[in-house]
């Protein structure tokens, strides 16, 4: 178990949870011990890219590691995602095919044309394979990536397009500098 216990009115359960996490008993998680806990519904293990996105993001005091509130803040997130990709994963296959992207991403206030869509599926789909090969869509933690990235490039993009009107005219520093910043 980690050091010290469970800060005073910790969730127990969720106390456990992050100590079993904290395999070097360290009271922090890492990037790899993070990895090995977090697994899509599938079994497969999450993503790195989306680990590391998951640790930029939560990893409030820049330490490079996840302390026990800050789990408890990245554990909800997990929870929330899970129910949204539950929602929208229509036919129960496990993954997000293009149509429930699409949907998806038009309730979140993102219409990105088809062109679009395709670009982002392509990107995001599962690389895992099982028996009868690929599994086709996007997993759990890949849409949750693939979510959260759009909403910066957007969010990115809206910060430039000072008049709102959906064009932007930069410059190679500027377009680095905003390509660079995203995590």
């Known amino acids: 178990m980690a050091p010290g216990g469970p800060p005073p009115g910790a969730d127990s359960q969720l106390w456990s949870w992050f100590a079993a996490v904290d395999t070097n008993r360290s009271g922090a998680i890492s990037a790899t011990e993070l990895e090995r806990a977090l697994i899509n519904g599938d079994w497969s293990p999450f993503d790195l890219d989306t680990v590391k996105l998951l640790m930029s993001m939560f990893d409030v005091d820049r330490s490079g590691t996840i302390g026990f509130n800050e789990f408890c803040g990245l554990w909800k997130y997990i929870?929330?995602?899970?129910?949204?990709?539950?929602?929208?994963?229509?036919?129960?296959?496990?993954?997000?095919?293009?149509?429930?992207?699409?949907?998806?991403?038009?309730?979140?206030?993102?219409?990105?044309?088809?062109?679009?869509?395709?670009?982002?599926?392509?990107?995001?789909?599962?690389?895992?394979?099982?028996?009868?090969?690929?599994?086709?869509?996007?997993?759990?933690?890949?849409?949750?990536?693939?979510?959260?990235?759009?909403?910066?490039?957007?969010?990115?993009?809206?910060?430039?397009?000072?008049?709102?009107?959906?064009?932007?005219?930069?410059?190679?520093?500027?377009?680095?500098?905003?390509?660079?910043?995203?995590?």
């Open 79 to 183: 929870k929330d995602w899970q129910n949204v990709f539950r929602h929208f994963d229509r036919d129960r296959s496990g993954t997000i095919d293009r149509n429930e992207l699409r949907e998806a991403l038009r309730q979140f206030g993102f219409n990105l044309s088809p062109p679009l869509i395709e670009l982002v599926q392509t990107k995001y789909a599962s690389n895992v394979s099982s028996a009868y090969g690929p599994t086709p869509g996007i997993t759990f933690d890949r849409f949750v990536r693939a979510c959260v990235v759009i909403k910066q490039l957007t969010g990115a993009f809206q910060g430039l397009d000072t008049d709102n009107d959906g064009w932007v005219q930069i410059n190679y520093d500027q377009f680095m500098q905003t390509v660079l910043m995203l995590p």
